[in-house]
């Protein structure tokens, strides 16, 4: 089991930044990838962001890549995103997700083993 912990999340004017943190604990060895995904009211489960333990090799949605940036530090269990030029369609909560599979299909929320509460972040006009 691994829990995990977002916090970071506010509400902030377009053109802001933010930077979430999860904080993860239990057994964190189990840990291959980290990522974030993101839910806005009435809509799916939404792929942001995905980073590989090992290398810390990244990949990113289209509709956030050059925005936002994922980092990890293994020693601490903590990955990070960072969100830059925030816009009001970014308005979601945010998960932070892990599991202790593969590389493949990072997308795929429904491949995730463990999942955090979220954190909210709203970005207004």
């Known amino acids: 089991q691994v829990y995990l912990a977002e916090s970071g999340g506010g509400s902030v004017q377009a053109g802001s930044s933010l930077r979430l943190t999860c904080q993860a604990s239990g057994r964190t060895l189990m840990m291959y990838s980290a990522a974030w995904f993101r839910q806005a009211p009435g809509k799916e489960r939404q792929f942001v962001s995905v980073?590989?333990?090992?290398?810390?090799?990244?990949y990113y949605s289209d509709s956030v890549k050059g925005r936002f940036t994922i980092s990890r530090d293994n020693a601490k269990n903590t990955v990070w995103l960072q969100l830059n030029d925030l816009k009001p369609e970014d308005t979601a909560v945010y998960y932070c997700?892990?599991?202790?599979?593969?590389?493949?299909?990072?997308?795929?929320?429904?491949?995730?083993?463990?999942w955090g509460r979220g954190t909210q972040v709203t970005v207004a006009s």
């Open positions: 997700a892990v599991r202790n599979s593969y590389w493949r299909d990072y997308e795929d929320a429904s491949t995730y083993d463990f």
């Open positions: 980073v590989r333990w090992s290398d810390g090799v990244a």
